[in-house]
């Protein structure tokens, strides 16, 4: 098992910064991926950026490129989500999610834990 608590949420105006954190414990000898999603009111959950707990790599909707890094500090069992130039179609709940399958994993039912969320709310 793998528990995720996310941290870093809060209310911010369009074009701030905000940094998400999502520490991990557990069995961490895996994952293998960690991400983040979000859901907005009345939308269904979407992938926002991926990474390799190994390698590093990372993969990000088009949404968020340029505006949104993903990282991750394997000494703290922590990955962390840096966005900036924030606009209000941002605003939602933000999620961490971990897997162990390997590949292009982008989906809510490739990833296996969960954490709580942390709500994000963008003004404009």
């Known amino acids: 098992q793998v528990q995720l608590v996310e941290s870093g949420g809060g209310l911010v105006q369009a074009g701030g910064s905000l940094r998400l954190s999502c520490a991990a414990s557990?069995?961490?000898?895996?994952?293998?991926?960690m991400g983040w999603f979000r859901q907005a009111p009345g939308k269904e959950r979407e992938f926002v950026a991926r990474?390799?707990?190994?390698?590093?790599?990372?993969y990000y909707v088009d949404s968020v490129k340029g505006r949104f890094t993903i990282s991750r500090d394997n000494a703290k069992n922590t990955v962390y989500l840096q966005m900036s130039s924030l606009k209000p179609e941002d605003t939602a709940v933000y999620y961490c999610?971990?897997?162990?399958?390997?590949?292009?994993?982008?989906?809510?039912?490739?990833?296996?834990?969960w954490g709580q969320g942390t709500q994000v709310t963008v003004s404009s």
């Open positions: 999610a971990a897997t162990s399958r390997w590949g292009g994993v982008t989906t809510e039912g490739e990833f296996d834990y």
């Open positions: 557990g069995r961490t000898s895996g994952p293998y991926a």
């Open positions: 990474i390799r707990w190994s390698s590093s790599s990372t």
